[in-house]
């Protein structure tokens, strides 16, 4: 637990939350500014602060809790679909150090836009490029 963490400050209790989901891994709690009714973060019970610290079972955990959630939650919100996104990292504009999914309900013209747009400008890549890239990630997993 991190003394300073907001997340770790709810799966403890010590800290309000509307709690909708928990196991000995994960929690799931509403958003306390949520981008639409129904926003839910999944969060590890332990803290970690990016994807590539949680072993690979906790992160099955967490998927597994977004995968029972997200038609909860749009049922409870009666949404038309969701987004579920990581922001991973700073420069990926995570604000809290703690590892979250978001489950963000999304309605027909909410106004919002699809996860193409959180990149900025799109490269424009070779087909060498991508290939090289390609390969790179696969010597590196
Ligand atoms: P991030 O930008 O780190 O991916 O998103 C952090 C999210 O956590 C934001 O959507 C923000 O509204 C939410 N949040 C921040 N502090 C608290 C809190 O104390 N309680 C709850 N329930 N949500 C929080
Ligand atoms: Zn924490």
Do not use: K, W
């Amino acid at each position: 637990m991190s003394s300073d963490c907001p997340f770790c400050g709810i799966v403890a209790g010590e800290i309000p939350g509307r709690i909708v989901h928990e196991t000995d891994t994960v929690t799931a709690f509403l958003d306390a500014n949520p981008l639409a009714p129904g926003h839910t973060l999944v969060v590890p019970n332990d803290h970690y602060e990016r994807l590539d610290d949680l072993s690979e079972e906790l992160a099955r955990d967490i998927f597994a809790a977004l995968h029972q959630l997200t038609p909860a939650v749009e049922s409870a919100v009666d949404a038309d679909g969701t987004t579920v996104a990581f922001n991973n990292g700073s420069t990926a504009g995570q604000e809290v150090p703690h590892v979250h999914g978001h489950a963000i309900p999304r309605f027909a013209d909410d106004g919002g836009a699809p996860i193409h747009v959180v990149a900025g400008d799109r490269p424009d890549l070779t087909d060498d490029e991508l290939d090289r890239t390609a390969a790179d990630i696969r010597d590196a997993r």
